[in-house]
Structures are given as C-alpha cells and as structure tokens.
C-alpha cells in the first residue's frame, strides 16, 4: 500500500536524523467546540479486546506530513479540540516510540491537498502516550464526521484506520462507521476532550 510505504520511509527517515521524541503539547485558552455538549458512550476498547479495526485511508493521505503534535493554527482557535490516548499491543503493553499520523478535513469538510493543514505525524512516549490538539473536522457528502490515522510500532506494519464521533447523526448512515473506532468524548469540557486508545497487534 503507498500509504504504508510512505509512512515507513517517513519514519526512517526521521529516526536517522537522530531526533527526539516530541510530546510538549502547547496548552490554550481554546473555546467551546461545537460538539463540546456531547455525552460519554460505553469506554472504548481496550488492549483485551484485541487489535484496533483496520479502515481505508481513504484518497486524501498525503506522506512527508510535520512533526507536531497541534494542528491548530494561529486565529483558528474555534472548535478546537484534544485528542488523548496510548498505543499498546494486545498484551497490554505500551508500544513506545509508535509513530501517529493524522490527517482530517477542516470545518467546511476541505482536505488540504496541497499543504499540511490539519496533517501532522508524533511519536508515542516511553509510555504509549500520544496527545494531539486540532480543530473538529466538518462534514463532507457520503462520510459522518471521522479523523483518518495511521499507527505504526517501530518496524512493524502500519494499522490505518479512522476515529468516529459518538452521538453524531450520520454515523449509522456512513457505510465505513465502525462502533469499534468511536472515541471516548468527555460531556463539558472545553476544549471538547476525546480519548482513543490503538491496540496493535504485534505478535
Ligand atoms: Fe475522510
């Protein structure tokens, strides 16, 4: 698949580099985003449920996304929100240094094509732990409201899949809506919290 090819040499790439792993996430004065009144559904799952569901990337991955872990930019504080979790394996355990590569369409349901905006890759921590900040992505015709990832542990094949909303009204009408890839969203926080956890299979 290109998409994983990319991604490989993207992380060969980096690490040859000799770089650090970059998980300070600036913190905000970030308003209300608009799904910020949603309600927590059932916890989902985790690392005993087995390996995250894989799901296309879709035509709109673009490899040699920027290091970083917010995709918000200066003046567009607006419906912004933060999305948390660990990548782990099916035992349990962290899966240090994964590689994390984001990309979602913005409010108007636009993928940037041409630049990066609302694309950006990170690495897990010594503890499996990613933190991301962006804006909420919009609707575009045929698709419910979804992040697209790509998650690779070191030298293992990449997982690609997408995260979903809970309570969003297409959801159940959107042909590639998985309720195994529904992020857990906090009910009134501000920034709007959402939290995901990837469970790699990597025996
Ligand atoms: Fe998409």
């Known amino acids: 698949m290109k998409a994983d090819q990319d991604l490989r040499s993207k992380r060969r790439e980096f690490l040859a580099a000799g770089a650090t792993l970059p998980l300070a996430l600036a913190t905000g004065t970030l308003t209300v985003g608009i799904l910020a009144q949603r309600t927590s559904l059932a916890a989902t799952p985790d690392c005993g ?3 995250t569901p894989r799901q296309t990337a879709g035509p709109f991955f673009k490899p040699e996304s920027p290091l970083r872990t917010s995709l918000v930019e200066a003046g567009a504080s607006r419906d912004a929100m933060m999305l948390s979790g660990r990548v782990l394996s099916t035992s349990c355990k962290p899966v240090t240094g994964a590689l994390i590569d984001f990309w979602h369409c913005d409010a108007q ?3 940037d094509n041409r630049g990066y905006r609302f694309r950006g890759y990170q690495f897990a921590d010594d503890d499996g732990r990613f933190s991301l900040q962006t804006a909420v ?3 575009y015709p045929g698709r419910t409201r979804h ?3 790509i998650v690779q542990a070191p030298n ?3 997982l690609t899949t997408q995260l979903y909303f809970p309570g969003e009204r297409l959801n159940e009408r959107d042909f590639l809506f998985s309720p195994a890839l529904v ?3 906090s009910g009134d926080s501000a920034p709007m919290r959402a939290q995901f956890d990837f469970v790699l299979n990597l025996s």
Request: overall charge positive.
């Open 147 to 149: 992040f697209h990832v």
């Open 109 to 111: 349901g636009n993928y």
């Open 49 to 51: 449920d087995g390996p």
């Open 183 to 185: 992020m857990n969203v």
């Open 137 to 139: 992505p919009g609707l």
């Open 156 to 158: 293992r094949r990449p």
